[in-house]
């Protein structure tokens, strides 16, 4: 099965300045703009925002 570029992976990196980051496919369709969701960071130890970077 080939991938294709409608879910492309993501990197979600935290604006919490730790320089932690998850990385997720999103649904171009749904979501064309930037991803932001709430997740947690083990580097500040608490639930911050993580936006998505290119």
Same mark, same amino acid.
């Given at each position: 099965?080939? %991938? *294709? ?13 730790? &320089?932690?980051?998850? =990385?997720? $496919?999103?649904?171009? %369709? *749904? ?13 500040? &130890?608490?639930?911050? =925002?993580? $936006?998505?970077?290119?």
């Amino acid at each position: 099965m080939a %991938r *294709n570029e409608l879910r492309p992976v993501v990197k979600l990196r935290s604006t919490a300045g730790t &320089g932690y980051t998850y =990385v997720t $496919r999103k649904n171009r %369709r *749904n979501d064309p703009e930037r991803l932001e969701l709430r997740k947690f960071d083990p580097v500040a &130890g608490r639930h911050v =925002v993580f $936006r998505e970077e290119r």
